[in-house]
């Protein structure tokens, strides 16, 4: 069990949604802060709002996650300003629209190395002073799709795929070594974050109603609220749980895709349906 009260924790992603609820609910449990983001209006923004509610130290830095350099110097000034620092969740993360034909590497090489590198080099640099600490704990936040994948996701899908497989190999290895170093991956289903709105969209996605179209579907799914999330993490950092689950959408997923892990897609599909058409009446 990681204890929240008294520690100090870096998380990523913190200008908005679920990592900026992640610093809210974290301070208001005794939390120090070392808060990131590429946003630096979004970013002072979070910070202001811990600073107005909470007595915790909080430090902000801009950050690139996408570029090593800026996460070791992110660890390294989290560091020195939270020495006590114990908790890294590695949240920040974006969306591509269109199915393989129609992003181009290019595209697809931005959004891993966002999503999936982002989060490697975040725990390759925060690893070694995490072990020095007498208990500690990383999150790292893939996705429902993480879990399944649904066309026009294949981007997005094999960064959260990726950041499954990672986090539960490295935990396993944790664990083999005794380190102290706990290790928890989330999975997400629909929250109401920006996400996809912020999103790009393929080179090949010439037709603008696919975007309003992907925008309302995500926003019939979208049922969780950022802080619910954020407390559903900050319950599996103190419970020490290796899979973390958010909304009963991700459970369900998760359950379909045990029973029916080779052709889980033609139920969801329906069920996504129904959900556009619900959203729209």
Known sequence: MTAIRGSAAA??????GIGRALALELAARGCDLALADRDEAGLQSTAAEVAKNYSQKVTTHRVDV?????????AQAAASAHPGL????????V???GQFAEVDQA?????MNINFWGVVHSTRAFLPQLARKPEAHIVNVSSVFGLVAPPGQTAYAAAKFAVRGFSEALRHELQMAKSPVRLSVVHPGGVSTNIVRNSRTGVGVTDNARRVQSIERFDASAKTT??????RIITGIEKNEPRILIGNDARFMDILQRLRPATYWTPLARRF?????????
């Open 107 to 111: 595209q697809m090489d931005w959004l």
């Open 226 to 231: 950022p802080k619910a999330a954020a407390l």
């Open 273 to 281: 349906e129904k959900m556009a058409r619900q959203n729209k009446a």
């Open 66 to 74: 996408s570029d090593p350099t800026d996460i070791a110097d992110f």
């Open 95 to 97: 969306a591509l629209l």
């Open 11 to 16: 998380v990523t992603g913190a200008a908005s």
């Open 86 to 93: 114990n908790i890294v969740i590695n949240n920040a993360g």
